[in-house]
Each structure stands twice: as structure tokens, then as C-alpha cells.
């Protein structure tokens, strides 16, 4: 495409009354698209502050155009919406007339105020006397300029001749740029400097602070070698706490754009120091349910070589190529497999590369550019397949294959579209006109009796291309530019997406509309894409993200796949259904892995009421579920799957289940004594072996009690309930007598009690929303509560090893937590739909299971499992990767590919 808008989330306001879309609108002839892309990314980055995309919004539009009322009405309509105007001064700006009529333009209804210049090739000379620049001097001068009386003074502009390729990360052009950026940024050039280098500084600190703490832990470990042993031992683990800490922030930072190196960094944290910290493990439950919940996964890094914005990639039929195209006039092959570059780049066109086709047998490429050729190419050398497809007489913007390969169809600015014979290089007929602006796209349908074609008009068009005849009326919708067309592999459905930020599905055969515009992206959709077997549509767009929606329903599946830095151009599936390629105006071309994840917290579904107990068996063989359906229930916990048929018999809902303790009634850890909590006020102590009470019932609550938990050692009995103050109560079962005051804090009744499996910690859950640690053996309360639900806690327990606390209630999540800090580790776990019942660990502590309202148990199985995120995140992710956030020297836990 000729122009990118990039739109910042607000709209901001210059003078009174008056709003702008763009800050900025770049005028330049179209051999100056080098030029004008550096000043735009320049003027997208200086000044950029953290949490915006760009710095200011910059609309870079095509010149050269066949003037038409339409075409114009779309640029004067961008020129109104802006509050600058840069105009890129060349002998080819000279050259074009439409340049010159742009600035006649902004002159006549703006006024020079806002009227900024950049010279590149050539001179420019101003005179003084007659208020214009001199036309035998300058050689960069448009016509409109060099008319007497034209400008008031001698206008403000940068020279950028000398700076190819002007690349805005180059000091001295970046210098240049900070000159154009300030007068719209409205700050004095050394404030807007000052501002950028600030913010530069601040978006590299969280990284590059890491990074530099690590180095200099590292030479302090270093230099801590020539002391003692001991004080080297502690330069060493000050240096993999640090690594630790840095890689765990390093997760969270990637978490959402790449879910896998999110995962490996948490891995790589969790096995930097002998015993994980809370901040490890935590980042690496958030990496583990963000990969099983995935939409799709970037495979290793990006494919990098392309000097400017990617716009066409495709797969060859059998996958084991990739084709990218790109602004820098190359066409370059890769090797998905292994995300390296095939040969060297393919050159010829003159100019930028807009589209790239294989051939339905792989054997030919096609691709179309700005210098109005389409070109055929063998991928299996490299080499051009006979002279260009000449007959345009403007850019040639897209390029499609027949299905049977004897056809090659080309859309162009000139409007028309032309089909071509590939075995003998001839045009196929007269062109194909009708359509009222450029034509950007075009796609043959699955059995090649129908082309679909769309452009600048709004319109999608179908046609005949045996006989060239237009089919049917043109389908209408779009409310701006249609950048994009696909057929459904079936032939049955045609997607189009366009500027409007829409996505449309039609019918073909009857041209009519098939379900509401799919709406999601907040910007222009500039690429649509169907999944081979039809299931999936694929579309990018202006807002940095690929979406992938379901064509059936028109819903988004899933999360948008984030990573690109900035407009997503192109997007396209490869032979089979697990795979995505993406490019865009980051230079990069990106490769996702579509196949599903690991998921975690799968339900396991069987009882039709809600379920109020679970429990593992001691060999951690066997899960049990108690329901409110009045049925206990048998799983297996590494499948999933149910164990023989429901237990029946109650007739009452079942309300606990236990291989071994309980929550309201309770066996002491030597099997002689019993604890049952009534709704009586009282504890009852029992001998299961004669079913006798032993002694007196325990009293002191004022109201009924609900939990009761004996200490590992059998010497205390916790209990609580719902009597007023929210006590609870510790009690030595050998005499019946209380021990100390009651542990008072929580403000409401508490639900339930848990031991610590050493008998040092006493672990609480309230009606109040906290869960509470207490030291048993004083009674005192151990840190702050823990805060984090947003409704009753209804349950807690300990974990095998004693370092972490799981907690879920009426808010419907469960919580994990460390007991040493009291920081929660990783997000709230979801899924369930109402309260959460019940929730205990695996006797080796590697799982979760959770029971709920909802009448389903959750397994949430390898959160914490470093292991398993290795396996998890070693094919996607390199080593290189890795090494971006550690010394050098650092030898990493995964192995990697190189």
C-alpha cells in the first residue's frame, strides 16, 4: 500500500475548536519512499512515550497517481485531518505533479504556518526579494514554490541527501528528524531531545538494568574469588539471585506476546538458584497457564534481513519454503524449519515488492512491485523465469496463481486488472476494468472459475476469468478501502477486510453478505487469510496484532497474537493448519505454531451437582469427589479419566472425601482418635476403634463449627466456625483443655483450618476475604493476612513440602500462595463458575485439584514442574533467545536448538 496511518489512542486538540487525526501527513514522490519511511519512523519514535505506539501519527501518502475525483478526495480528506505537512523535496518530487498539487493544496486552504520541508538529491536556493525559492538555483523546487509572493519567509527545512538509508537510528539523521519533530511536538528542539533520550533511557531501564546488575554481581563474584571461600560462595549466590530475579521480571515482560519464552525465561529463573524463589515459581504458574491457554505460539525468533516493511509472504505447497517480500526491492526465500534464509535474496524490481505468489505445483514465484512488473521466478535457483509481465502502466500491487497454474491474475494502480499466460510471459485477453480506484487484491476461487478483486473503491468484484465478463453487481459494504480478498478452501465463502477496521464474509455465489462484519481490530485490517481446512480465518492488522476468528460464527478465537512492533501487512497459512506466517512494517517476518497447548485446569466432568470434596489417594494414583449429587467418584489423575462407575448409596448429598483426613470431621495422625465438628457449638473427640466418646465435648464457641484440623504430631486440635469474632481455637485433644487465648483477627467467621505439614504454621480462611498464617505454639499471628480474593475464602491447605498454600472460594478462584513471604504466586487460577469447595495437593505435591459449585474437579497439573516447562518451550524457543537476558557466561538449564 502506498500510505500507513498509524493512530495513537487519543485525539489531540490543536487551536480552538479544531481536532486532527493525524499530527503529521508526508508528501513524496514515489522513488522517495525510502526517504519518507525513515522521516516517518523517525517521527514515530523521538519523543515516543512508554505505553504508546507512536510518538506522533504520521499519515505517508502514495504520489504519482492517475488523478481521479475520488483519489483526490481520499488525499485532500487525510491532508484536512492533519495538523503538519512534510513535503520531501527531490528532482522526482519535481517530477510529479501530484506533489505539487498536494502543496497547492495545503497552501490555499492552510496557509504555509504548519508547512515543514526535507531536500534529498538536489538544491534549494531561496530569494529573498521576491518571497519564493529561486528557479534557476534550485533544482529540488516544485512549481508552486518557486511563484513570487508564494511564502512569507524562508521556510523551515532539513537536508537529508547525504544520510541514506535513512535509517531514523542514525545519530545524524536522527539529529535532522528531532529538528522536524519539535515544532509539532510544540517544545523547543533541546526539550523534545531531552524528553526522548529520557524515555529512551526509561523503556531500556527494566532490561538493560538488569543486565548491567548482572555484569556487575558477575565481577564482583569475580573479584570475591581472590577472598575467602565463604565470602566467594556469597558473591556467587547474590550473582544467581539477581540472574534469578532479572529473568523472572524478564518472563512477565514477554508474557503476553510470547507465551513459550515466557516460559523458558520462568524455568531458567526457577533453576538459577538451588531452592526457587516465590518470584521464579510465580512467573513460572503464570507462563504455564498462559501457554495452555495459547492461541497460537511464535516459533523461535523472528526472521530478520528485510531493510524495510515486509509486505507478501507465502508458503510453497508443501511447506518446506517461505517467500517474503518487501519495500527494499527484495524478495527473499526461507526455511521454516529452521527460520534461516534460502540463497541469496532474489533482485530485479526497481522498486518496493508488494506481493509474492508460489505456484499451485511450487515450481514457479510470482511477484508484482511499484516499478508496474510482475516477475516469475524458479525458488529452486533463485534465478528469473523470462522477462517481466509488462503492461501496467502503475504500481503492481498484487499477483495471484490460477489453481491450475495456466493463469496468473495482476492488480494494479492503474486500475485494471490483466491476466497472464506464465509458460509464454502474454497478457490473456484485454484487462479487466470497472473498478474506480487502484485495485490493491486479488484471489482466484479454489476451482478457478471465479476472481475475486478489491481496491480503493470500497468495492469487492468477482469476474469471469475465462472471459474476463464481470459476475453479478459489485458487493458493497466496506465504508472505505478494501485491502484484501480470500477464498474459502471450499469456494463457498469470500472474506475481504479493508481500512473500515472490518472483516466481511460473503457468499460468491450469490454476492450476498454471510453473518455481521467480524469487529475487533481498532485500526485498518490490511490482510485476510482462510486456515486450508476452513476452520480458521487469520486477518492482521494496522494495530499490531493477528487475530483468528471462526469463519462458521464470525467469533474471535482466542487471544490476538501480539510480538510484531508495529503495523502487521501480511498474513498467511501454510499447507496445513498448525502453521502461520506474519510480516509487517517491523522489517520482520514472524512464524506461529497454531497446534494446541497443554492446557491446565481441564475440567473433569461426570457430577450433575456441585461437588464438595476431593482428595488424592497416597499413592497419588487415585482422585476422589464427593457431590452434592450424592455420589463419590473415582479418577484417574494423570488422564483425566473416570475410574469404574460412581459410587452410590447416599442418600444425602456426600459432603466430604478422604483417603485420610478431613475438613469437619478429622482422624489424628495415629488413627486413635476422631474429631467431629457439630452444629451444636462443640467438639466431640472419639475412639474409632469402640465409636465411644472419649471425654468431655469441647465448648467455648459461640456458634456452630465448621472446621476442625488435628496438628501433624497429633498434640493440638485447631477448630472454628461461625460464631461471631471470627475466633478460632487450639485445644490439647489428651485433656480436652483449651490451649491459650483464642486467635483472634479475622472479623468474620472462619471456614476452614490447615496444619502446616511440620506443625509450625497454622493457616486460616475467613468469610472476611484473607486468608491468615498464625505460629501455633504462641498463638500469635505471622505476617500480614493474605489479600487477594474478592469474596468468601472458603477453603486452604498446605502444600506436601510446607512452602506453599493453596486457598479458593465463593469468588470462584483458586489462589496460590508463599508461605515464607505471603506473596501470592502467579495470577488467580480460573475456570471454575461458582464458589470453590474444595482444593488439596498431590501427596508429591506436583498437582492441584480443585472442586466447585459448578459440578466439576479441576486438575491443574505441572504448574510449578520446571521439567515439564523445558519440554514445553525448548521447540520454540533458541538459545540465542535466552542468552538476550543472562551474562554470557551463563549456562542455561533447557537445552535449547542453537
Not at 54 to 66: G, Q, S
Not at 359 to 364: F, M, N, S, V
Not at 621 to 630: I, K, P
Not at 752 to 761: E, N, Q, Y
Request: hydrophobic residues 40%; glycine residues 12%; contains cysteine.
Amino acid at each position: 500500500m502506498c500510505a500507513q496511518a498509524a493512530k495513537a489512542p487519543e485525539q489531540q486538540t490543536h487551536g480552538p475548536g479544531a481536532s486532527f487525526d493525524y499530527d503529521a501527513f508526508i508528501s513524496y514522490a514515489h522513488d522517495d519512499r525510502p526517504v519518507a519511511a525513515g522521516i516517518q519512523k523517525g517521527l514515530h519514535r523521538i519523543g515516543r512515550r512508554m505505553g504508546h505506539l507512536h510518538a506522533l501519527r504520521v499519515f505517508r501518502d502514495a504520489t504519482d497517481l492517475t488523478a481521479s475525483p475520488d483519489l483526490w478526495g481520499k488525499v485532500i480528506d487525510a491532508m484536512d485531518r492533519a495538523r503538519y505537512f512534510i513535503v520531501v523535496l527531490s528532482p522526482h518530487a519535481v517530477a510529479s505533479g501530484w506533489v505539487n498539487r498536494e502543496v497547492a493544496h495545503w497552501l490555499e486552504r492552510r496557509g504555509p504556518d504548519q508547512l515543514l520541508f526535507v531536500v534529498t538529491d538536489g538544491q534549494l536556493e531561496w530569494d529573498e526579494d521576491t518571497g519564493r525559492f529561486d528557479p534557476d538555483r534550485s533544482d529540488v523546487a516544485l512549481p508552486v514554490l518557486t511563484e513570487p509572493g508564494v511564502l512569507p519567509t524562508e521556510p523551515f527545512y532539513v537536508d537529508v541527501t547525504d544520510d541514506a538509508p535513512w535509517d531514523p537510528r542514525a545519530p545524524i539523521l536522527r539529529e535532522k528528524v528531532t529538528d522536524l519533530a519539535a515544532p509539532i511536538h510544540g517544545k523547543p528542539k533541546y526539550e523534545l531531545a531531552s524528553d526522548d533520550l529520557r524515555e529512551q533511557r526509561r523503556f531500556r531501564r527494566l532490561r538493560r538494568a538488569a543486565i548491567v546488575g548482572l555484569a556487575l554481581l558477575t565481577v564482583i563474584a569475580v573479584a570475591a574469588a581472590a577472598i575467602a571461600i565463604v565470602q566467594r560462595r556469597d558473591a556467587v549466590r547474590q550473582r544467581n539471585e539477581a540472574v534469578a530475579l532479572a529473568l523472572a521480571a524478564a518472563s512477565r515482560d514477554v508474557a503476553t506476546s510470547d507465551s513459550a519464552l515466557a516460559l523458558a525465561l520462568a524455568a531458567e529463573s526457577s533453576r538459577a538458584t538451588p531452592a526457587p524463589l516465590w518470584q521464579a515459581t510465580s512467573e513460572l504458574v503464570d507462563a504455564r497457564v498462559a501457554f495452555g491457554q495459547r492461541t497460537g505460539q511464535q516459533v523461535r525468533a523472528p526472521l530478520t534481513g528485510h531493510t524495510d516493511t515486509v509486505n507478501a509472504v507465502a508458503f510453497n505447497p508443501d511447506r518446506t519454503r517461505l517467500a517474503s517480500a518487501g519495500s527494499d526491492g527484495a524478495v527473499r526465500l526461507w526455511d521454516p524449519a529452521t527460520g534461516k534464509q534460502v540463497g541469496d535474496p532474489l533482485t530485479g524490481h526497481t522498486g518496493p515488492v508488494y506481493e509474492v505468489a508460489f505456484g499451485p505445483d511450487g515450481t514457479l514465484l510470482a511477484s508484482a512491485g511499484a516499478d508496474r512488473t510482475v516477475r516469475l521466478w524458479d525458488p529452486a535457483t533463485g534465478k528469473q523465469v523470462g522477462d517481466p509481465l509488462t503492461g501496467h502502466t502503475e504500481p503492481v500491487w498484487s499477483v495471484a496463481f490460477g489453481p491450475d497454474g495456466t493463469r496468473v491474475a495482476s492488480g494494479s494502480e492503474d486500475r485494471t486488472v490483466r491476466l497472464w499466460d506464465p509458460a509464454t510471459g502474454q497478457q490473456v485477453g484485454d484487462p479487466l476494468t470497472g473498478h474506480t480506484g487502484p485495485v490493491v487484491t486479488v484471489a482466484f476461487s479454489p476451482d478457478g472459475t471465479r476472481l475475486a478483486t478489491a481496491g480503493w473503491d470500497d468495492t469487492v468484484r468477482l469476474w469471469d476469468p475465462a472471459t474476463g465478463a464481470p459476475v453479478g453487481t459489485p458487493l458493497t459494504g466496506h465504508t472505505d478501502s478494501v485491502w484484501s480478498v480470500a477464498f474459502g478452501p471450499d469456494g463457498t465463502r469470500l472474506a475481504s477486510a479493508g481500512t473500515d477496521g472490518t472483516v466481511r464474509l460473503w457468499d460468491p455465489a450469490t454476492g450476498q453478505p454471510v453473518v455481521h462484519p467480524l469487529s475487533g481490530h481498532t485500526d485498518p485490517v490490511n490482510a485476510v487469510a482462510f486456515s486450508p481446512d476452513g476452520t480458521r480465518l487469520a486477518t492482521a492488522g494496522t494495530d499490531g496484532t493477528v487475530r483468528l476468528w471462526d469463519p462458521a460464527t464470525g467469533q474471535q478465537v482466542g487471544d490476538p497474537l501480539t510480538g510484531h512492533t508495529g503495523t502487521v501487512v501480511t498474513v498467511a497459512f501454510g499447507p496445513d493448519d498448525t502453521r502461520l506466517a506474519t510480516a509487517g512494517v517491523d522489517s520482520t517476518v514472524r512464524l506461529w505454531d497454531l497446534s494446541p497447548g497443554r492446557p491446565v485446569g481441564g475440567p473433569l466432568s461426570g457430577h450433575t451437582d456441585p461437588v464438595h470434596g476431593v482428595a488424592f489417594s497416597p499413592d497419588d494414583t487415585g482422585l476422589a469427589t464427593a457431590g452434592a449429587d450424592r455420589t463419590v467418584r473415582l479418577w484417574d489423575p494423570a488422564t483425566g479419566q473416570p475410574i469404574g462407575n460412581p459410587l452410590t448409596g447416599h442418600t444425602a448429598p456426600v459432603n466430604e472425601v478422604a483417603f485420610g483426613p478431613v475438613t469437619a470431621v478429622a482422624f489424628g495422625p495415629d488413627g486413635t482418635r476422631l474429631a467431629s465438628a457439630s452444629w451444636d457449638d462443640t467438639v466431640r473427640l472419639w475412639d474409632p476403634a469402640t465409636g465411644q466418646q472419649v471425654g468431655d465435648s469441647l465448648t467455648g464457641h459461640t456458634g456452630p463449627v465448621v472446621t476442625v484440623a488435628f496438628s501433624p504430631d497429633g498434640t493440638r486440635l485447631a477448630t472454628a466456625g461461625a460464631g461471631a469474632g471470627g475466633t478460632v481455637r487450639l485445644w490439647d485433644p489428651a485433656t480436652g483443655q483449651p490451649v491459650g487465648d483464642p486467635l483472634t483477627g479475622h472479623t468474620y467467621p472462619v471456614n476452614g483450618v490447615a496444619f502446616s505439614p511440620d506443625g509450625t504454621r497454622l493457616a486460616t480462611a475467613g468469610v472476611d476475604r484473607t486468608v491468615r498464617l498464625w505460629d501455633p505454639a504462641t498463638g500469635q499471628p505471622v505476617g500480614d493476612p493474605l489479600t487477594g480474593h474478592t469474596s468468601t475464602v472458603v477453603t486452604v491447605t498446605f502444600g506436601p513440602d510446607g512452602t506453599r498454600l493453596a486457598s479458593a472460594g465463593d469468588d470462584g478462584t483458586v489462589r496460590l500462595w508463599d508461605v515464607a513471604t505471603g506473596q501470592p504466586v502467579g495470577e488467580p487460577l480460573t475456570g471454575h463458575t461458582g464458589t470453590v469447595f474444595a482444593v488439596t495437593f498431590s501427596p508429591d505435591g506436583t498437582r492441584l485439584a480443585s472442586a466447585g459449585q459448578d459440578g466439576t474437579v479441576r486438575l491443574w497439573d505441572g504448574l510449578w514442574d520446571i521439567d515439564e516447562a523445558c519440554e514445553l518451550a525448548v521447540p520454540y524457543v533458541t538459545r540465542a533467545q535466552v542468552h538476550e537476558y543472562v551474562p554470557s557466561s551463563w549456562e542455561t538449564a533447557c537445552p535449547y536448538a542453537e
